[in-house]
């Protein structure tokens, strides 16, 4: 299946003609000594490709900023406010459902979006036609073994991201500077906090566990999760909409 991006002329697209759209969320933000400040934005990005490339969907650009406000005083941190977040995707839902594009993937790289998932049911309300989904790329991993040792310790900058980019982005991972610090907190004291209150090296995690087959592993298996929830999602929202058509008839 061929995926169209914006590498492809207008009249190309035309001529595919795609019934699917996808489009990442990143972020520009500080990933400890190792990792890129673009670590999200850049993982995104590979994902939504790979997802497109799957689907023969077009390929929206990964937005690269959002949320990332608790890493703020960081250097290199940018950060959007919830609403602006809201209002930029939904200007970007508006531009697809006008050239006819109604199925729409959100794939969050970021996981500090909360707005996303209010956002995106109050737009499938509003809008009959469109259905807009965001998968949590959770359905296969979850049900096959364990691929990071660090599991719930993993919040930012560990052994999770520092595998994805061993696996496609490694020139511009430094794992001689990486180091492990797991804080004596929960994950909600970010909601508290700023990150350097927390973590004074930007991590939270151990990114000392990375290796480039655990990357290539999960790139795999979350690309085939997203695939395989829109999927499934899709098919229950014609389920619903043919449901209340019929009802709607037989009234």
């Known amino acids: 299946m061929r995926f169209t991006n914006y590498c492809n002329t207008s009249s190309q697209i035309r001529e595919r003609n795609p019934e699917i759209a996808v489009f990442g969320i990143g ?22 490709r790979r997802v497109a490339e799957k689907l023969g969907a077009f390929l929206v650009p990964a937005l690269p900023f959002s ?5 703020g ?34 794939v969050n790289g970021h996981g500090g979006n909360f707005v996303l998932e209010a956002m995106i049911r109050e737009l499938n309300l509003a ?14 991993i979850s049900v096959e073994e364990p691929i990071f040792e660090t599991g719930h ?9 520092t595998s994805f980019h061993l696996a496609f982005n490694a020139e511009h991972v430094k794992t001689d500077k990486s180091v492990d610090y797991v804080p004596p907190v929960g994950r909600e004291f970010l909601d508290y906090a700023y990150m350097s209150f927390i973590s004074e090296s930007g991590v ?3 990114p000392s566990r990375a290796t480039v087959a655990k990357g290539e592993t999960a790139l795999d298996a979350e690309v085939r999760s997203i695939c395989q929830e829109a999927e499934l999602v ?18």
């Open 127 to 140: 809008r009959p036609s469109l259905q807009l989904v965001m998968p949590s790329g959770e359905l296969v």
């Open 234 to 251: 899709f098919k229950f929202l014609d389920e619903q909409s043919a449901s209340r058509a019929a009802a709607t008839t037989r009234s």
């Open 27 to 48: 972020a520009i933000e500080q990933h400890s000594y190792h990792l890129p400040l673009g670590t999200d934005w850049l993982a995104v990005a590979e994902i939504t």
């Open 204 to 206: 939270w995690g151990c």
């Open 73 to 106: 005083p960081m250097p290199g941190t940018v950060w959007l406010k919830p609403k602006t977040l809201a209002a930029v995707i939904t200007d970007v839902v508006n531009s697809l459902q006008a050239q006819g594009i109604n199925r729409i993937i959100l």
């Open 153 to 161: 310790l993993e919040v930012h900058a560990g052994e999770g991201e």
């Open 67 to 71: 949320m990332s406000e608790c890493h």
